[in-house]
Nanobody
């Protein structure tokens, strides 16, 4: 079993930056991929960033590419999502997800086995 706990969300003004954290515990050695997803009210959950810690390779959704950075700290078993130049459209619940399998679609929610409870990000103009 893998347990994920997100933190770092909050209310910020547009243009600011925010770093979200996701602490991974449990059988973390079984994890192949880690991803960040977000869901705004009335919208579907969308994948925004993913990382394959074994190789350090990353992927981003086209809509946010250039404003997000995903990273992983092996020593702390934590995955981060840095969001730059926040916009009101970034307002959403942000979720961390983990997969114990190699995936072909790392930004698809169906690729992941474990999910955190989410952390809310609210951006005001």
């Amino acid at each position: 079993q893998v347990h994920l706990v997100e933190s770092g969300g909050g209310s910020v003004q547009a243009g600011r930056s925010l770093r979200l954290s996701c602490a991974v515990s449990g059988n973390s050695s079984s994890i192949k991929y880690l991803g960040w997803f977000r869901q705004a009210p009335g919208k579907e959950r969308e994948g925004v960033a993913a990382i394959y810690p074994g190789a350090g390779s990353t992927g981003y959704a086209g809509s946010v590419k250039g404003r997000l950075t995903i990273s992983h700290d092996n020593a702390k078993n934590t995955v981060y999502l840095q969001i730059f130049s926040l916009k009101p459209d970034d307002t959403a619940m942000y979720y961390c997800a983990a997969s114990r399998n190699s995936v072909n679609r790392p930004l698809s929610s169906g690729s992941y086995n474990y999910w955190g409870q989410g952390t809310q990000v609210t951006v005001s103009s």
